[in-house]
């Protein structure tokens, strides 16, 4: 017997509890994450501009903004070649609105992080992730050491600017899915192109777009069929046609419009119901709304594909620079940095005994229906470290971070709501985590310091080293030379004969951190020692 589905609420009843819930749930993340970063960040904020800062982010031409779309992304050819022209327009946008405030610019990505992290938490709570655990995860992937060139690098903020797109691209996904919205399907796909045009490691995240929304699928098919009423036919048809009888006789399927389409689109996406040739089970479960889901994600996936050949064919065309071999050492060597947010050498045994802890919990402490949950997100935080397949770079593990971090705040935060005990134990496995990361996070934010010598080895590659023909304003210039001129070093011969001198005697007394004296130092936690690890060679950072 098929249940009458209660009536949709009223669209300002909706709305209304969509603001006073939802929406305040999102808010209020974004505010906390803003306010835990800008706290991370604050002894950083006034840093100098720092490698491809120096000539990326700044205004364009027309002619320059222009030349992006037929071509690579950086106007002076000496990054690495790559079809983002919304990399530059984004550069170009917020170089006019922020002139040369380093603090502004900074604040800024610090924002554009704290959306991210609030629109991925919306998604998740879409499939079952509280937004308490939501808070929870935001934290931890703030915290991370891995995540310091978010909040202090200003060039990097492109990369939180295309997992913001593609996170909204899922949660558009969602939304159209809830009740058949095809323009919200739509926008999706525009967002999700628009985050490839802008990085191509959104690529990583256009796996996880259908697998969110099977995920939501199955959890709204499991949800309707615990209440007996989702596998009904009349779920998503207009009211009218919700009575049993209203479609017809068995034998017919009579034509309704799902509301946001059109009847041809309708009649298009929903099977007609052949006479004679199926029993009425079958044609109702083809008919119900998990069935037109899938069939919408299906296509949506399929165009997903088609975007991507198509972005790619015409980065083939426009600069022959299409990726062809893939590294499995570098993403191998990557692997660990997902599953140690402290990285690797870093209180390695404890955090090995601890993350055994975290399995046991999963396995023997946690139900079910969360176990599921917590292992998808631990599935999509691999699915998501895919770039490393062509390049491996600290840059790119904001992606597995996150989901990481999704994966831990599922899993703990189900423990914990076990009993006074669980909690306790939940809270002191993952306080020192958090306490520990940010303490290493403040500490890699270091080697942006203007007396830091992977700063200055950065920037004076752009004034006399191999990327001296890079168009720099004339302020950040001028700016740079008086921070060599103070050290003694005036040009190039005379950086090659005395920065070595200067680099050596920081690491002879021991200066890993900024000092009173303002002497220059070497940071313990630096991005070439890492580039070194994972690349196998020595380089200045590349956006």
């Known amino acids: 017997m098929l249940v009458e589905p209660s009536p949709p609420p009223a669209p300002r009843a909706a709305r209304r509890r969509l603001w006073t819930s939802e929406g305040f749930a999102v808010l209020a993340l974004f505010l906390l994450f803003f306010l835990f970063g800008s706290v991370l960040a604050f002894q950083s904020l006034s840093y100098d501009w720092f490698s491809d800062d120096l000539h990326l982010v700044r205004t364009f031409s027309p002619s320059e903004l222009a030349s992006v779309f037929t071509g690579t992304f950086d106007v002076d050819g000496i990054e690495t070649p790559g079809y983002r022209p919304l990399f530059t327009v ?9 002139g040369e405030s380093v603090v502004a610019h900074r604040l800024f990505g610090i924002a554009l992080f704290a959306a991210y992290l609030s629109a991925l938490a919306f998604v998740a709570q879409r499939i079952g992730t509280p937004y308490w655990q939501g808070a929870i995860a935001g934290i931890v992937t703030l915290s991370s050491p891995f995540s310091w060139s978010k909040l202090v690098w200003i060039t990097d903020a492109i990369h939180t600017v295309t997992g913001l797109l593609v996170v909204l691209a899922a949660a558009l996904l969602l939304s159209s899915l809830s009740r058949a919205v095809l323009w919200k399907l739509a926008i999706s796909l525009v967002l999700a192109t628009l985050a490839l045009l802008s990085r191509e490691d959104a690529l990583a995240f256009y796996p996880l777009l259908p697998a969110f929304a099977v995920a939501y699928t199955l959890k709204e098919a499991a949800r309707g069929s615990r209440a007996g009423a989702a596998t009904s036919v009349f779920d998503g048809l207009p009211r009218e046609s919700r009575r049993p009888g209203a479609l017809g006789p068995p034998g017919t399927l009579q034509a309704r419009t799902i509301p946001g389409t059109t009847p041809s689109a309708t009649a298009a996406m929903i099977p007609a119901w052949p006479p004679q040739a199926w029993s009425n089970i079958s044609a109702l479960i083809w008919s119900t709304p998990t069935a037109f889901r899938l069939k919408m994600i299906g296509a949506y996936t399929l165009a997903l594909l088609l975007i991507t050949v198509a972005v790619f064919v015409v980065r083939a065309v426009l600069i022959s620079n299409v990726p062809s071999t893939i590294l499995i050492e570098g993403w191998i060597k990557l692997l660990p940095y997902v599953f140690f947010p402290l990285g690797p050498g870093e209180h390695t045994i404890l955090w090995v005994g601890a993350l055994v802890a975290v399995l046991a919990i999963l396995r023997f402490a946690v139900p079910i229906s969360a176990r599921w949950e917590a292992l998808f997100w631990l ?9 490393a397949l062509v390049v491996a770079r600290p840059n790119l593990l904001l992606y597995p971070t996150s989901l990481f971090g999704y994966f831990l705040a599922r899993t703990l935060g189900e423990f914990g709501r076990r009993s006074l005990v669980s909690s306790i134990v939940s809270a002191l496995m993952l ?7 940010a303490s290493l996070n403040v500490r890699s934010q270091e080697s942006l310091h203007t007396m830091s010598a992977d700063y200055l080895e950065g920037n ?7 990327f001296s023909r ?11 030379l008086q921070q060599f001129a103070e050290l ?5 011969e005379e950086y090659e004969r005395r920065f070595p001198l200067i680099r050596e005697e920081a690491v002879r007394e021991g200066r890993d951190r900024p000092n009173a004296a303002g002497k220059v130092f070497v940071p313990r936690i630096s991005w070439s020692s890492f580039v070194e690890r994972t690349e196998g060679r020595r380089q200045a950072p590349g956006p």
């Not at 004076?460 to 191999?466: I, R, V």
């Open 90 to 98: 984004f550069d170009h946008l917020r170089a006019w609105a922020f």
């Open 470 to 480: 890079a168009t720099i304003p004339d302020v950040r210039r001028a700016s740079l």
């Open 488 to 492: 003694g070093i005036h040009s190039r």
């Open 460 to 466: 004076a590659q752009f004034l006399w080293g191999q």
């Open 431 to 437: 306080v020192p985590l958090i306490g520990v990361s």
């Open 379 to 387: 599935g999509a935080a691999l699915v998501s470290t895919a770039p």
